[in-house]
Each structure stands twice: as C-alpha cells, then as structure tokens.
C-alpha cells in the first residue's frame, strides 16, 4: 500500500476519539503509517493510501460531521480502502444486537453500499454522565442506557490488527 493510513473520527465526548487512537496505535505497531485525526482535522485525502473513519453513535445517529465528511469526499473514499467503525451502544452483550441489526445508521447505508467499505464494525462505547448536558441526562434517564465505559479493548484491538493485515 502507498501512503499513510488516516484513523478519522468523529467524537462527542472522547470515548470514539480514543478508540480511534487505539487504532492507529496498533496500526503503527505493524508497521504502518498511520495517523489519526478528527474529521474536522481532515484536509486532502491525497497522502493517504487506506482511511479508517469511526463515529460515535447518538440515539441511533452518526455524528454529523461523520456524515458530512463521508458525503464531502465520497469520490477519495471510493478510491480506496476503507473501513468504518461506530461507537457508541453500551450495556452488555453483543454491540450490533443492542442498536436492533444495524452495523451504519439507516441513513449511511446507501452511501455505504455506493463506497464498498472492507469491513464495518460496531464497538461498545462509554457513557459518563459527568460530560453529559441536562438535557442528555434526562434523555439517558429516559431510555435508561446503562452508563459506564463498554469499550472491548481486545475487540478493537483485533479489528485493528486485521486492517493491518490486509494492508501489508
């Protein structure tokens, strides 16, 4: 592969943001360049031979500057590989089951399918409810989401480590 690999996200509260690190982190122990960057922090997809883009997951949405990002450089990302990952779903057990199926929100799907992502994964995130707004607090109360930090460092780990793979 020519170039490095850019680790995009798209964080609210930084739980998606160290998952993202996590990942670069273990992409650059294979040996590969990596970087890792907000998408905000994004500029030309040029030096970048493979994208991982990752984002949070809020009430069933990607976060919006995800969104915007896949639909702004849906031409560079069907050109190479790409993986996507989603954060966010916490409690127990198996991380697509408890956001009812789904590995990209609805709406993403179609750009999805037009990108052929290499793979899309769902990790368990972190819920503090310390960061969180009034508001937001309310909502989880309502819903009642489990509140603490899911993330399955090994599950990304693997994930991570299989996008080394076939990259090298």
Same mark, same amino acid.
């Given at each position: 592969m020519?170039? +490095? =690999? !850019?680790?995009?996200y798209a964080s609210k509260y930084g739980a998606t943001a160290e998952i993202a690190a996590k990942i670069g982190a273990v992409l650059r122990q294979a040996?590969?360049?990596?970087?890792? !960057?907000?998408?905000?922090? =994004?500029? &030309? #997809?040029? %030096?970048?031979?493979?994208?991982? #883009?990752g984002s949070a997951v809020y009430m069933g949405q990607w976060r919006k500057e995800a969104v915007a990002f896949l639909e702004a450089n849906e031409p560079a990302l069907a050109a190479r %590989? !790409? $993986?996507?990952?989603?954060?966010? %779903?916490t409690g127990e057990g198996d %991380?697509? +089951?408890?956001? /009812?199926? $789904?590995?990209l929100p609805t709406a993403q799907q179609p750009l999805a399918d037009r990108l052929k992502p290499r793979d899309i994964a769902v990790f368990h995130g972190a819920? &503090?409810? +310390? +960061?969180?707004?009034?508001?937001?607090? #309310?909502v989880i109360k309502g819903v009642k989401a489990p509140?603490?930090?899911?993330? /399955?460092w090994e599950?990304?780990?693997a994930w991570a480590a299989g996008i080394a793979e076939a990259l090298q």
């Open positions: 020519n170039g +490095k =690999v !850019l680790v995009t040996g590969l360049e990596a970087e890792v !960057l907000s998408v905000e922090g =994004v500029g &030309d #997809l040029a %030096p970048y031979g493979a994208i991982v #883009l %590989p !790409l $993986w996507l990952f989603s954060s966010g %779903p %991380p697509v +089951k408890l956001l /009812q199926g $789904w590995r819920l &503090d409810t +310390k +960061k969180l707004s009034l508001a937001e607090k #309310l509140v603490g930090d899911y993330r /399955q599950a990304i780990t």
